[in-house]
């Protein structure tokens, strides 16, 4: 029977438009237990950010305050969790998260706690260093106990689902295609078993290879792929086709 996941991206491979991958990304994220959804990129013009792509389920006051009251310019997320592309868990009540940060910002996390919000998974998919860059937010109602616990079982998945949307959007139009070399079928194996959720060292006794071996093989894929991450490669590997859930 299909995981939830590998419904996921059965699901986006065949969607028509940028809308309908954001919902289909804000859906799974529901199914994960996450409270609400964000996709947000910003482009860099003149030292300022404009908003190229704002979708989010905070409501119409929060979409019209990040477009047009400056939120986009106080958003701790663009600023500071963008810099690297791994995922980041986000505490509105606590600046923590985001080292270098102000009382400013805090504002904008204060925006999302009126509504609720106690924190959540920040997923970058470009970041900052590109003119365009951004990402996703899942978000959580839930204390940081039951946040902590969420996290820890589904951070994975909305990791790799948020690289695997955005992947679809750039199909879409939404942004630049990346050009793709074939992976070898010993790449493709070890990419399959990380998306898995298996380690290096693991993959390692599957296979009946070394560790080196297997860091190398993940090497190659993610320079064949463009990616920057283990994640992102495998999300552009599922969305070329060159592997399968």
Not at 92 to 114: I, K, N, R, V
Not at 188 to 212: M, Y
Request: glycine share 8%.
């Amino acid at each position: 029977m299909p995981t939830v996941f590998e419904n996921f991206v059965d699901q986006m491979i065949n969607l028509p438009d940028a809308n309908d991958v954001w919902q289909c990304t804000a859906e799974f994220g529901y199914n994960l237990g996450f409270s609400s959804c964000s996709l947000t990129l910003a482009e860099r013009a003149d030292g300022k950010l404009n908003s190229r792509y704002l979708k989010t389920d905070f409501g119409d006051e929060f979409s019209e305050g990040y477009d047009k009251g400056g939120l986009i310019d106080i958003d701790p997320f663009l600023h500071f969790a963008c810099q690297t592309p791994a995922s980041q868990k986000i505490l509105t009540s606590s600046l923590t998260s985001y080292p270098g940060s102000s009382a400013t910002h805090q504002h904008f996390l204060d925006q999302l706690s009126e509504g609720g919000t106690k924190g959540g998974i920040g997923v970058p998919v470009r970041t900052s260093e590109n003119k365009v860059f951004g990402g996703w937010i899942f978000s959580s109602h839930e204390p940081e106990e039951a946040f902590d616990l969420l996290i820890a079982e589904r951070r994975h998945e909305a990791h790799l689902a948020g690289l695997l949307a955005y992947e679809r959007m750039i199909a879409l139009g939404l942004g630049h295609e990346q050009s793709e070399k074939l992976l070898s079928c010993r790449e493709r194996e070890v990419l399959l078993w990380l998306c898995a959720g298996h380690r290096v060292s693991a993959i390692a006794e599957k296979l009946g290879i070394s560790e080196s071996a297997v860091n190398l093989y993940l090497k190659n894929a993610r320079a064949k792929l463009g990616a920057r991450t283990r994640e992102q490669a495998i999300a552009r590997a599922i969305f070329s086709g060159q592997i399968e859930l």
